[in-house]
């Protein structure tokens, strides 16, 4: 009987999720087809992220939960400022849109949310992915402190404030999680040249 050895940097499958079953869209028939496609392609979408949430495999953890709403929340942010309806318009947004146009602040929520995922979705089956998930958290942390910045120089005493606020220091604890993994990886590339 032969045995194959698997190495660090063999991928691992994860075991596939269920595919949600999809209720009957009631709509109008010039409209049904779209609909049903649309949500059709989020079932899918809800599919992959609750494949990708599962903590039981080896190669999704526990304290990478927090990491995954976050990317998912800036990627999410990203897409509603992209959608073309000026979200940034009211007065309480001057400070901000003096910085970046809406569009520039839409692609960096966008490309930060989507690098973190790619990495989060690789997750230790590369070496690389806890530098990508530090540096992207970094810009994270440092974006939705900015936000904050522009919000509390416009009215301190915006709710705004404290929600950017808070979702900078999400970023901070999900900094922590990755330097962890990039300490673990650096202690084994040292050990290796050993």
Known sequence: MRVEHQHLWTPRVPKPSPTP?????????????????FWQFIASGVAKVKGALNMNGTIYH??????????AGTFG?????????????????????SWLYESDWALLFLITGALHMVALGINGRAWWTPFIRSAVTAINALVYASFATGFWLMDASSTAVFMYSWASTQALVCIYGA????SRVWRAWLNERK
Do not use: C, N
């Open 62 to 71: 526990k304290d990478r939960r927090l990491e995954w709403s976050l990317a």
């Open 21 to 37: 079953k999809l209720l009957p869209v009631m709509t109008s028939e010039r409209h049904g087809a779209q609909a049903s496609a």
């Open 179 to 182: 330097v962890k993994d990039v």
């Open 77 to 97: 942010f990203g897409i509603w400022l992209a959608d073309g309806a000026r979200s940034m318009d009211s007065d309480a947004y001057i400070v901000l849109r």
